[in-house]
Each structure stands twice: as structure tokens, then as C-alpha cells.
């Protein structure tokens, strides 16, 4: 299933790119070029901001993708208000939903609203990173957009992560886990033994360059259904009593 939530891919390309490409290699490539041209502009950007809120999001995405996507800064709630995004197919055990289009903001909110306790941050860095991923407020480019946030967060909170470290597989396999079952410790137990003290910012483009696939971090089986169909809005309901379900020590 092609990734199309516009509906004009043959006409317009995959997410109305720049290039109207639609070859899937290609557009990793162009897309990922974007965001390399533009990464230290949106690091820059960070440094100043003052504090770090959604709005902050929405301007790193703009800048990382708007050479490509038209529509980069614009969140899932302007662009797609009636469709719900999924990894993986209803029929796959793994099957992961993402935050539905009206409560975005709130779940980016509730992340930020978590990395302001720094110490409970440096003990519980999955917590952050797994809200702000459920959240998924854009159609491509959340993957990279995250992480340059999360590590803004980690900066200020006196920590940071070595991702060159990480692997790529597990470190999906554990945050569809951390999303499917948020603050059970999935992401943090495994993110925990690569947390190092504070560095400095001007290692940050290198340390990027050095993460194994980041730019196929926004791809991994993406699908989308709308959200008038009820078995769509049970998966909601279920999934948000299930995610309430969390020990008030941990909100």
C-alpha cells in the first residue's frame, strides 16, 4: 500500500514533493539531502528557543523539509484531520496507532511537559522520546525532527544520548513497544546504558552523521485508514482507556 493520504500520488508524487518524485529510492535520497542541508540551521534554531513548545516542533520540521515537502511545518491536524495513521497493517501483532489528529498537540505538550523534570528525565528518557514519537504530528519526517528536539531536551537537561551507539532495528522494535505500551520502561531501559553527561552542541551534526540508518527512520511500514470508520474509532477508544491506565507517580 502506497503511502498517498493526499490521494493524487500519480499526478503529484509521494506527498506532493517538490520533484514529484515517486520512486521510493529517490525520495529517501532528495528528502534526506534536505534535511542534511538544513539539520544545522534547525539545530541553531533550537539553541535560541526559549522554552521549547509545540510551535518550536512545527518550525524544526519547516526547516528540515520545507526544500522538499511544500507543506513541511504543517501538522496532521491541518493537513489530514479525518485520517488515522498506523505502523504496520491491522493484521500485523505489532500494530502500532499513533496519537489521533486532535490530540497531537496535547501529546507533544504532555512530552515537553515531561522533559521540564530533568531528573525524572535523565532516569526516564524513553517516557519523553515515546510520547513525543506517538504524537507523530507530521506525515513524513517525525523520525528526524524528534530526535533533533529530544537531544535539544537532553542538552538542557544535562544529559545526552550516544545514538551512534544504538542499532537501528532494536531501536524501533523497543519504541513500537514503548508506544503500544507506554511508561512501562520499554524505551528507557534500553536508551539508559548509552545516557552520557552533557557534551557540546558543536559535536551534535557529526554524531548525527554517525547514526545508522536515520534516514530510514519515517518509513517503516506506514499506513493510514479514516477515521468515519468504526472499527478505526474502537481501535481509539481502546487504546486510550489502555494508555490512561498509567500510575500517577508516572504522569
Not at 507533544?108 to 523534570?117: I, K, P, Q
Not at 532516569?123 to 535539544?152: C, K, S, W, Y
Not at 557540546?200 to 527512520?217: S, V, Y
Request: hydrophobic share 35%.
Amino acid at each position: 500500500m502506497i503511502f498517498d493520504p493526499f490521494g493524487d500520488f500519480e499526478t503529484a508524487g509521494y506527498l506532493r514533493n517538490t520533484l514529484q518524485l515517486k520512486d521510493p529510492v529517490e525520495v529517501k535520497e532528495s528528502e534526506h539531502l534536505s534535511f542534511e542541508l538544513s539539520m544545522e540551521d534547525a539545530l541553531g534554531y533550537l539553541a535560541k528557543k526559549k522554552p521549547i513548545d509545540y510551535l518550536s516542533v512545527l518550525k524544526v520540521h519547516e526547516i528540515l523539509f520545507s526544500g522538499f515537502y511544500p507543506w513541511a511545518g504543517k501538522d496532521r491536524t491541518e493537513l489530514v484531520p479525518h485520517l488515522a495513521v498506523f505502523k504496520g497493517s491491522q493484521d500485523d501483532p505489532h500494530h502500532t496507532p499513533f496519537e489521533h489528529p486532535v490530540s497531537i498537540r496535547l501529546s507533544v505538550d504532555y512530552a515537553l511537559e515531561l522533559a521540564s523534570n530533568k531528573k525524572r528525565f535523565r532516569d526516564h528518557p524513553g517516557d519523553v522520546m515515546g510520547q513525543l514519537a506517538f504524537a507523530h504530528p507530521f506525515l513524513d519526517g517525525n523520525g528526524r525532527t524528534i530526535l533533533l528536539v529530544f537531544m535539544e531536551l537532553c542538552y538542557r537537561a544535562k544529559f545526552a544520548i550516544e545514538w551512534s551507539r544504538t542499532n537501528k532495528d532494536d531501536y524501533l522494535r523497543t519504541l513500537s513497544a514503548e508506544i503500544r505500551e507506554p511508561f512501562k520502561g520499554h524505551l528507557s531501559d534500553y536508551l539508559k546504558p548509552f545516557v552520557r553527561d552533557i557534551g557540546h552542541r558543536d559535536e551534535w551534526p557529526a554524531m548525527i552523521g554517525g547514526i545508522k540508518g536515520l534516514d530510514g527512520l519515517d518509513k517503516e511500514g506506514i499506513t493510514y485508514e479514516s477515521l468515519d470508520n468504526p472499527a478505526i474509532q474502537q481501535i481509539y477508544k481502546t487504546y486510550r482507556s489502555q494508555s490512561l491506565d498509567v500510575p500517577p507517580s508516572e504522569k
